[in-house]
């Protein structure tokens, strides 16, 4: 597979994960339910055709850099929004929201490289 289809497959991963949560908060628990479970046979073929464990970190960069984002965005909130209803949501509101989205870009950038070179 080319990078390119490496990276994509793992960004679909994280906005399917994204719009599931997205939709769930929302009060579409059926449909979200079943984006969630389209995320997992994504993350499965990421898995199988990178022939590698360390597409995990590949994923986790992707998560920790997009799924906030995306969600937002799906939800109709805006981009940056960070709840209180979780312990990651709660840390970063202990920054300001420009070093939060810097701190996004640099963990996207490293996603993006490290797929690259280990795959």
Known sequence: MTDFQNIALLVLAVALGAVADALNENGDTNTGHWVEAMEKPVLILSGFVSGSWLIIVSYI???????????NLFKGDKWSYLGDSNAWDRFLKKY????????????????????????
């Open 61 to 71: 960069a992707f998560r920790a850099s997009l799924f906030d984002i995306l969600k």
């Open 96 to 119: 300001p929201v420009a070093g939060v989205t810097f701190a996004r870009v640099v963990v996207l950038a490293f996603a993006i490289g490290f797929t690259i070179k280990e795959f």
